[in-house]
Structure formats: structure tokens, C-alpha cells
């Protein structure tokens, strides 16, 4: 596992996913910051999203890492890369997140609680988890998001 400390958030429709989540990482033993939401309550993503995003661009180190949960992981998405820091990617199975992390050095998982199993979310943070970013080629393409 690449990551000393994951922060999770989510907004109401991806609370259910991100409980499930935060369960498996400390099983394994992993540091999770829960940002909330805490309930299942109808919340706004944005609201989780940023403070996620500012945890993990806080971290110098690149060993903190996020991840997100909303209905479509679209949301969410959108607004975790308005920040500088961070490159967050929207991943629906194993294999995109493994490129994420491999070709575009992703700091943020997010997931699409509305169209992704507990098994493929499962798979997918072991997967992101433990890719190393690829470097050589894909440095040049990655350091040219920032706006």
C-alpha cells in the first residue's frame, strides 16, 4: 500500500459505499481521515469533496491520498480537481484505476456508487492502492495539467 493516509468523503448517495470503504481499509490497517457526510442524509458533495482535496494537497510527502464517493463520481470529480494539487480520476473498474495511478499519477480514487459493486469498488482501491505512478513519459504529460 503506496498511501500512509487516505481521506474518504462522499456525498449521501455514495455514504453506504464510503462506510464500506473506510471499513476495509482499517482492517487493513490503513490511517483514514473521515471527512463525512456521517449520515445518509441529502448533502452536497462539494462539501466533502473540497475538504478532502485540501487534506491531501496539504501533504508534501505524496504519501496522502483520497478518495470520493458520489452517485455518478462525476460531482465529486469535478469539483476535487478544481484544486492545483490534485489529479483525482473517476474509476468504475480495477483496471482504469490502475492506469490512473500508473499513467497519470492520480492522488484521489473516486468512485460511482450507483454503478459500481462492492466488489469492483474493492478491487479497485487494492488496485490504486498499490500501483506506483509509471514516471519516465508520462512526467512531462502529467506536469502539464496544472492550469
Known amino acids: 500500500m503506496i498511501a500512509k493516509t487516505i481521506a474518504i468523503g462522499s456525498d449521501h448517495a455514495g455514504f453506504d459505499l464510503k462506510e464500506t470503504v473506510k471499513k476495509y481499509l482499517l482492517s487493513k490497517n490503513i490511517e483514514v481521515k473521515d471527512f463525512g457526510p456521517y ?42 480537481n478544481k484544486h492545483q494539487g490534485i489529479r483525482s480520476a473517476l474509476c468504475w473498474m480495477p483496471e482504469i484505476a490502475e492506469l490512473a495511478r500508473l499513467h497519470n499519477n492520480a492522488n484521489i480514487l473516486v468512485l460511482p456508487a450507483r454503478y459500481i459493486s462492492n466488489e469492483e469498488t474493492l478491487k479497485s482501491v487494492d488496485v490504486f492502492f498499490s500501483t506506483e505512478f509509471e514516471g519516465g513519459r508520462h512526467t512531462d504529460r502529467v506536469n502539464k495539467i496544472r492550469c
Request: charged share 20%; with cysteine.
Open 39 to 80: 449520515t445518509d442524509e441529502r448533502t452536497d458533495y462539494p462539501d466533502y469533496a473540497h475538504p478532502v482535496a485540501n487534506f491531501v494537497e496539504q501533504d508534501k510527502s505524496n504519501k496522502t491520498f483520497g478518495i470520493l464517493i458520489c452517485g455518478s463520481g462525476n460531482g465529486i470529480n469535478m469539483t476535487a
